[in-house]
């Protein structure tokens, strides 16, 4: 048997254990002919135990109308704000700091995120944790 066609991939953030056919989830399946429950019902099952996060889905869509998916973890802004139980970022971060992460909070969220990230170096990862905080009004010491 060969391989399917792929058709296009598609990236979803949706809250875990709570996507429904509304948008964005509606638009971005039906558009490729997609059947927008069997996805919704299968991101539901996966994820029902991450409830409070929002877990991005990278769905595969073949030429078949057929689809696979694949979840990630929470974006690093996302880890961020629970660890910090953080509503949102500052609306003025350079000048309006709502938050402070130790250097082993960032090392943590850096290496539970690696393997999303596109390195493989722990440094590079600490960087990129650092760098998201720093834009969301968040200093690391």
Request: glycine share 6%.
């Amino acid at each position: 048997m060969a391989p399917k066609k792929i058709k296009t991939t598609l990236k979803l953030n949706l809250p875990a254990g709570e996507a429904t056919p509304a948008p964005p989830v509606g638009p971005a399946l039906g558009q490729h002919g997609l059947p927008i429950m069997d996805f919704v019902k299968q991101y539901n099952d996966k994820t029902k135990d991450q409830k409070g996060n929002i877990i991005p889905a990278v769905i595969t869509v073949y030429e078949d109308r057929t689809f696979t998916f694949v979840t990630k973890l929470p974006p690093v802004s996302a880890m961020i704000k629970k660890t910090l139980s953080l509503p949102k970022g500052s609306p003025k971060p350079l000048r309006e700091p709502i938050g402070t992460l130790t250097a082993a909070q960032v090392k943590d969220i850096a290496s539970a995120k690696l393997a999303d990230l596109n390195t493989d170096s722990l440094e590079s990862a600490i960087k990129t944790v650092t760098g998201t905080a720093r834009s969301m009004g968040v200093k690391v010491i």
